[in-house]
């Protein structure tokens, strides 16, 4: 998921709706609502009391009446329905489909089940992260993946310019974007008991990172297990015309514990579980082994290479990169992305990229990229907001244990 500060920007707009007249803030905010693109559960959202705003090109809840804080601790206990329609369900169908994606991505997506996936990343020549994409073997001749919503445009012209060049070589690769169908997230403990109740599929056979074409709530959906929060929990891609009838049956089978959930509690939630945001943690000049994603380059990977930037990446896999991303928990106000990280003797090994307020363990928590050997757990640091250095300890992520259903 792409953008930056949806937490900070979460809490501005609720301070601001505290403090002044709610019709001129609001005005600043969503000026530009005509703009906007709008997923087909806007009205749905609005009548639930979210609160639009700016996204990605979208028009999107950032929370809804639960604060921020509530929304994610109510994720963890019971359960998150997210509208995740804006970013972009992508099909590769034909007998070189996987080569062809493996010229692209770190992945062995070859060596992959079929009805499995694993999170991948697009990367350049130079080896800097395009974006990061979950990315599924539907079978032999059908990937199915995910890219966010900030990096549609170049991810889609990046794609349709190497199949081009594939395609004029003889390979034989398709694709189909999917803007017929909308994406939810259901996340958190109660997301398979209340699933469930609307599919005769069996979930308890489905684990992390599977996937499924089934019928849930009379319509044929896309379900894959997995989820930006740490918690247990599914991504649906529902055909649009049953997206608003699919979120009003899994809020009503859960009898109000499961709530509707804007990108603000998403945003803690995925920091909490350590998660990387594209635009903040991950950008074009950072590669996969610094973002700490080495496990996501397949062995065979690793040894072939055959994806743009390899030669660098291989190099840092066998040498060690430069920069390395690191956890943090901190003392005074929360860092926020840019905050300086400085050593026990004051000089500069790096910055802060995520940072907020943890709801769930109630401490600063952040991440973000230092110099390598400053970036072992128990590390002590100093880090810088507003001008001034608090205390701070380099901390192994998750700040929150996951939770992932996986075969015990």
């Given amino acids: 998921m792409r953008g930056g500060g949806l937490w900070q920007l979460g809490q501005s707009i609720r301070r601001q709706l505290a403090q002044a007249d709610k019709k001129s803030v609001a005005r600043r905010y969503f000026a530009s609502e005509a703009d906007l693109k709008k997923t087909v559960l806007y009205d749905f959202h609005v009548t639930h009391g979210g609160k639009m705003v700016p996204f990605a090109g979208w028009s999107m809840p950032i929370q809804y009446k639960d604060s921020i804080m509530e929304s994610t601790v109510n994720c963890r206990e019971n359960g998150s329905l997210f509208d995740v329609s804006h970013m972009c369900g992508v099909s590769l169908k034909g007998k070189d489909c996987i080569p062809f994606l493996e010229k692209l991505v770190i992945g062995d997506v070859a060596a992959l089940a079929p009805g499995t996936g ?28 995910v890219v966010n919503a900030g990096c549609r445009d170049k991810d889609l012209a990046h794609i349709e310019e190497h199949m081009k060049a594939f395609k004029a070589k003889g390979g034989d690769v398709l694709w189909h974007i999917h803007d017929e169908r909308s994406l939810l997230a259901l996340q958190g403990p109660l997301a398979a008991p209340v699933l ?181 757990a128990g590390t002590k640091v100093k880090i810088l907001v507003r001008g001034k250095a608090y205390d701070g300890v380099v901390t192994k992520m998750p700040f929150v244990p996951t939770k992932y259903y996986k075969p015990s």
Avoid at 131 to 145: Q, R, S
Avoid at 310 to 325: H, S, V, W
């Fill in 118 to 145: 694993t999170l991948s990343v697009f990367t350049n020549e130079k080896g800097g992260a395009i974006d990061d994409t979950v990315i599924t073997k539907v079978k032999d001749d059908h990937i199915y993946l």
């Fill in 196 to 376: 469930q109740h609307l599919t005769k599929e069996d979930l308890s056979k489905i684990y992390f990172s599977d996937f499924r074409i089934i019928d849930i709530n009379g319509a044929s959906c896309f379900l894959t297990r997995t989820g930006y929060t740490g918690e247990d929990g599914f991504e649906i891609s529902v055909p649009s015309e049953h997206a608003v009838d699919l979120a009003k049956a899994i809020l009503e089978k859960s009898e109000g514990k499961v709530r509707l959930t804007g990108l603000g509690a998403r945003d803690s939630l995925r920091l909490e579980a350590g998660l990387c945001l594209y635009g903040n943690d991950m950008e074009q000049h950072i590669t996969p082994v610094e973002a700490g994603l080495t496990w996501a380059i397949g062995k065979r990977r690793r040894a072939e290479g055959g994806f743009l930037g390899a030669e660098t990446i291989l190099k840092q896999l066998g040498e060690g990169p430069k920069i390395r991303r690191a956890g943090f928990i901190s003392s005074g106000p929360p860092a926020r992305s840019h905050s300086e990280i400085q050593n026990d003797k004051g000089a500069n090994i790096g910055e802060v990229t995520s940072g907020g307020f943890s709801p769930c363990l109630k401490k600063n928590i952040a991440m973000g990229y230092v110099k390598s050997g400053s970036h072992k």
